[in-house]
């Protein structure tokens, strides 16, 4: 059975940082659908990549969820190729399971398709007041629904993406290629792992602990496909980058040379809700995650953000990011329940 180890360092962005034209794009899958994807002794899986040259696999089974993570990578026109192979396989099965049937090849034959990408990059995706995903959408004859919220102990959202195998193929290699002209701002991306509680997407987190209660998202439905973006306002922050870096290392001490900087800018207005009375949610969030952050005192551009740094070794920073977004998304839903008291 093909399972997915070492899973890429950001979603929806090259695996490797120096090679910046492989595309790794994962996707949600039921258990029912991961069974077909991999086939009998894996031969499924096994033909797209031999057809399409890419690297493919999805995750492994977790006792009572449903819900498994297919990952593909390779160029932007071979993941897309491999995306269409495996509507067309789903296609196939529904259809009597008989590859290739009349029915599974009509062009009314409609499925869909649900990509996991990193917030930071959905407005890559969806462009300035919705142009974007709107001439993705009028290339390729799909539909495209971005949803708003975060998936839980992630900081990766739905786009499901629904039509015909061949026109989701091609939006997916539009989409791809958006991905990879901005894929730096999915740099620390925290992936999103079915049925992964928090304390394993997070050790040393406390059971019950508010700062770590990831809230459920309501999944690819809901909003138009315009509307599911926040990126750089309403509450979102924005991920600049992700370097090595010589700076004093935080509390408890770790080797210099085992340290990164993450650089994300968080509107004016939230940075309140993230340092908390005195002070107390962003200490919280130091000692939780075990990094360094620091706060910029002043905005650093026109659009009022400021901007948080963030030093300390991968897995501590994807545990502080985590934990910013997660503050965030919590804060934004406090004032959306308080604006509809009122």
């Known amino acids: 059975m093909a399972t997915e180890s070492n899973p890429p360092s950001r979603s929806g962005s090259p695996a490797p940082a120096t090679n910046q034209d492989t595309l790794t794009l994962r996707a949600l899958v039921t258990t029912k659908e991961a069974g077909v994807i991999i086939g009998k002794a894996g031969k499924n899986v096994a033909d797209v990549r031999d057809q399409t040259g890419v690297k493919a696999g999805v995750s492994k089974v977790i006792q009572g969820v449903h819900e498994r993570v297919l990952s593909v990578s390779g160029s932007v026109e071979s993941v897309a190729q491999a995306y269409q192979l495996i509507l067309t396989q789903l296609l196939d099965t529904n ?38 995903i709107k001439a993705i959408q009028d290339a390729s004859g799909a539909r495209m629904i971005a949803s708003k919220e975060m998936l839980p102990q992630s900081t990766e959202r739905v786009v499901e993406v629904q039509g015909t195998a061949e026109g989701i193929g091609r939006a997916v290699e539009e989409i791809g290629r958006c991905l990879l002209e901005d894929w730096e701002r999915g740099l620390g991306t925290v992936l999103f792992h079915p049925g992964a509680t928090v304390e394993e997407r997070a050790p040393g987190a406390r059971r019950g602990s508010n700062a770590y209660a990831g809230r459920r998202s309501s999944g690819p439905a809901g909003g138009n496909a315009a509307g599911g973006d926040y990126h750089s306002h309403n509450g979102s922050a924005r991920n600049h980058n992700n370097s090595g870096a010589n700076s004093p290392p935080p509390s408890p001490p770790l080797a210099a040379s085992n340290l990164r900087t993450q650089n994300i800018s968080i509107p004016s207005d939230m940075v309140g809700c993230i340092i908390g009375r005195s002070g107390s949610k962003i200490t919280e969030i130091r000692r939780l995650s075990g990094s360094k952050i620091s706060i910029a005192k002043t905005p650093h551009d026109e659009t009022g953000e400021r901007m948080f740094t963030i030093i300390g070794t991968p897995e501590a920073n994807e545990k502080a990011l985590f934990l910013l977004y997660n503050q965030l998304e919590n804060e934004k839903e406090r004032r959306v329940g308080r604006e509809a008291d009122e």
């Open 95 to 132: 259809a009597g399971g008989v590859p290739g049937s009349p029915n599974s090849n009509s062009p009314s034959t409609h499925t869909s398709l649900r990509l996991l990408i990193s917030h930071n990059l959905m407005g890559t995706i969806i462009g300035r007041s919705g142009l974007k």
